[in-house]
């Protein structure tokens, strides 16, 4: 069996007495680029919320790079990096400035700091504009910024929710490209939710949720062939559509 | 070990330049106390005699009087201001960045708090120094007594507002929060007027006001910056800092305050 980045069994959560999340199971082997779509509601935002332990959970159903976030949280997030829906960068800061101060709360500094940190903006094309203020790009390089400080402590999952939104095509296509070619080279992990289905590609894990059940779980020609359906979309409606279950 | 310096290092670093970068916020900081301390203390210097009370040994101006209440209100805005920002942050998204770094929550709060009150040290001394001028000229070795004081104090009304965060979840919630707490703390207090005075127009106010813990960390600055040490202030403050704290901490635990009310 190949190494998971990522593993959730039989997630239950509830807001209230309302259950959000109904048995959720499904895994992310290492290198994997595994997407989650669903409508909205579908309990995306749960789940990446229980992920990175912004909200707890009773039982120990998540281990990321197999280490249980219940038992060795600060383990499980060391191994994490996160690109949150809403900008999370200081905009009155620089890019750099922000970019340290998040080395420093992974606990990196000094010269190892700068040299990650050149690293991931020149990956990502941003070096140049390294002093600028975050208030004055726009919304790919703020979105470039933070896939950058996301990956700087070098963590073996990435969490993407829904990076893309509101980015012109250019800018969404090579943030797409960026990822699917890291997942590829280094190893890294990625869960991804998104709305868009042409960020997802030939080989990209899916796993469809629907009013907080995993609907479906494979590749493209896998939920094609389940659902009998010609394109991913149509899949996607056939799986969240409540008269066709 | 490192890893606790470096971040904490980061936090409040990243406070820091915020503050500089925000000049209004500066500004009005320093605006707020001086306009208390030109004007309001100008005009009711006739209508309140003020005895001879500790740590003063001489009849005093009511502006020197009002000086340590004031600073207390500079760390009182301070600190609501930084659970503001904490608020503010939390819906913007900035917070869970924080909240999802390695490290244990309570050492990401006591560095976001060390953080304000690092801030809120510098208003003061800027504060005094304008002071000076004004002829509200303490002995020498009151500025640097005052320093652990005002670590303390800070600390605690930081925690406060802290703990203010951890229970509020829109910014809306807290623009109510703060008439509801900078107001009557303010006011219920030792810092515009002697507790005594007080006591001769309602035993009640005198009462809550002793129980205020913006009084006793007014007091404790008050002797501090007379070179003198106030116990009974410093213990209460301190016992308020480490209650608010724990308040604030169990708030935001994952699976104890705030986020359990939110999920589950």
């Given amino acids: 069996m190949s190494e998971l980045a990522l593993e959730v069994k039989q997630l239950n959560f509830s807001y209230g007495k309302k259950q959000v999340l109904h048995d959720l199971t499904f895994n992310i082997e290492v290198g994997q680029c595994s997407f989650l779509l ?7 935002s749960t789940l990446f919320s229980l992920i990175t332990r912004l909200y707890d959970q009773d039982k120990n159903n998540i281990k990321l790079a197999g280490i249980d976030i219940k038992v060795e949280p600060l383990k499980a ?21 922000n970019l340290l101060y998040h080395a420093a709360l992974q606990g ?25 203020l975050v208030r004055q790009l726009n919304g790919g390089h703020k979105r470039r910024v933070e896939i950058a400080r996301a990956l700087m402590h070098q963590p073996k999952l990435l969490l993407l929710d829904e990076p893309t939104v509101g980015l012109d095509v250019a800018s969404r296509e090579s943030i797409v490209q960026h990822i699917h070619h890291l997942c590829e080279q280094t190893g890294l992990a990625a869960l991804w939710a998104t709305h868009l289905m042409d960020e997802v590609l030939e080989g990209d894990q899916i796993t469809v949720i629907h ?14 062939q389940q659902t009998k359906t010609a394109s991913l979309s149509q899949a996607f409606f056939a799986l969240t559509n409540n008269r066709s279950k | 070990m490192a890893h606790y310096w470096f971040a904490l290092w980061g936090i409040v670093f990243r406070e820091l330049f915020r503050f500089v970068k925000q000049k209004e916020r500066f500004l009005s900081a320093l605006v707020r106390p001086l306009v208390w301390l030109f004007v309001f203390a100008a005009g009711f ?5 003020i005895a001879i009370i500790p740590p003063y040994d001489t009849y005093i101006m009511y502006e020197v009087y009002i000086t340590p209440g004031l600073i207390g209100m500079i760390q009182l805005f301070n600190g609501m201001q930084s659970s503001l920002s904490m608020v503010y942050d939390r819906e913007m998204g900035s917070m869970r960045i924080l909240l999802v770094s390695p490290l244990p929550r309570w050492f990401l709060l006591i560095s976001k708090l060390l953080a304000g009150v690092f801030v809120s040290i510098l208003q003061v001394y800027v504060f005094l120094a304008i002071a000076w001028f004004y002829d509200i000229q303490p002995p020498v070795e009151g500025y640097l007594w005052i320093l652990p004081a005002l670590i303390l ?27 509801f707490v900078i107001f009557p703390m303010f006011f219920m207090s030792s810092a515009l007027y002697p507790l005594w005075k007080l006591q001769e127009s309602s035993e009640i106010l005198f009462t809550i006001a002793s129980y205020n813990p913006f009084t006793q960390a007014v007091e404790f600055l008050r002797f501090a910056l007379y070179g003198q040490v106030n116990i009974e202030a410093g213990v209460f403050t301190g016992v308020a800092f480490v209650v608010f704290l724990v308040i604030a901490i169990i708030g935001y635990n994952p699976s104890k305050g705030m986020m359990k009310r939110k999920g589950r």
């Fill in chain 1, 38 to 44: 669903g409508p909205n509601g579908a309990g995306k």
């Fill in chain 1, 77 to 97: 997030l060391a191994q994490l990096g996160v690109v949150f829906q809403q900008t999370t960068l200081d905009l009155d800061l620089s890019v750099r400035q």
């Fill in chain 1, 108 to 132: 990196i500094s000094g010269q190892k700091a700068k040299v990650l940190i050149q690293q991931q903006l020149e990956q990502l094309d941003m070096f140049e504009r390294q002093n600028e």
């Fill in chain 1, 211 to 224: 009013q907080g059940r995993v609907k479906a779980t494979g590749q493209i020609d896998k939920l094609m």
């Fill in chain 2, 45 to 49: 210097r006739a209508a309140l005699g």
């Fill in chain 2, 153 to 179: 104090t800070g600390l605690m009304l930081g925690a406060l507002g802290l703990l203010l965060s951890a229970f509020i979840k829109q910014l809306e919630n807290f623009a109510g929060v703060m008439n």
